[in-house]
């Protein structure tokens, strides 16, 4: 069985300052993705960064890289240059099977 | 726009009724997917579907049902056998076409049980 692992149930930055929220995994499979996920406080989930088990390189998207440790199971989201608009929750998940397996998200709040 | 799209926003339901929500996506998805979502929670999967006509339960099937006769409809039933109703739920869908098969998620329907 898969699964995802936040600690970090809330953080502060402050703004301009980068940030990195933590996601570990366990799983048996050889291959898997793992995903980032913002979630405002409109409730809707949007996409932002999505690593192959068997990707070279650390994936990157503008403001938002991943630090992939395969060795330590860890998958973390780093965003650079916060902004107000980056508060929300944030939910690291991994596809198993067909569908997502979340984690129970981080709650990031950047402060002027 | 392509998109995905969920509706009502707020639902309420009362005790023994059955209710319905609706999902909608033009993006030419094959897998669609319901999740519920609980306070301070992550997401969990009620059910999805990988081609029309054709859908599996997921880790919390119980009191909801789903159809799936076209591709881009795949509206969920919350019966009255589901006793905890009340959550965020959130559609999704994903193609078979992108290595990744990244979901992409509707704006969600807020149920609460009167």
């Known amino acids: 069985a898969q699964k995802i692992t936040q600690t970090q149930p809330g953080m502060f930055v402050q703004e301009k300052e980068a940030v990195t929220l933590d996601c570990t995994y366990d799983t048996s499979d050889p291959s898997y993705g793992l995903f980032w996920y913002k979630q405002p406080s409109s409730g809707e989930m949007i996409f932002l960064i999505y690593?192959?088990?068997?990707?070279?390189q650390n994936a990157t998207e503008g403001r938002y890289s991943l630090n992939f440790q395969k060795a330590r199971k860890s998958a973390n989201l780093v965003i650079s240059a916060s902004q107000l608009g980056d508060s929300a929750m944030y939910f690291c998940a991994m596809k198993g099977g067909y569908a997502l397996n979340f984690g129970k998200g981080t709650s990031l709040l950047v402060t002027p | 726009d392509g998109g995905i799209t969920q509706s009502p926003k707020y639902l309420f339901r009362k005790e023994g009724q059955n209710v319905t929500l609706s999902c909608e996506q033009n993006?030419?998805?094959?897998?669609m997917y319901w999740y519920r979502q609980d306070p301070g929670q992550g997401l969990r999967l009620i059910y999805y579907?990988?081609?029309?006509?054709?859908?599996q339960k997921g880790d919390i099937a119980e009191g909801y049902s789903v159809s799936r006769e076209k591709k881009e409809s795949f509206p969920l039933t919350v019966t009255s056998a589901q006793k905890n109703p009340t959550a965020f739920y959130l559609c999704a869908s994903s193609s078979w076409d992108s290595k990744k098969e990244t979901q992409y998620f509707g704006p969600g329907t807020r149920l609460l049980v009167l």
């Open positions: 579907s990988q081609i029309v006509n054709d859908f």
């Open positions: 690593q192959g088990s068997y990707d070279q």
């Open positions: 993006l030419n998805h094959d897998a």
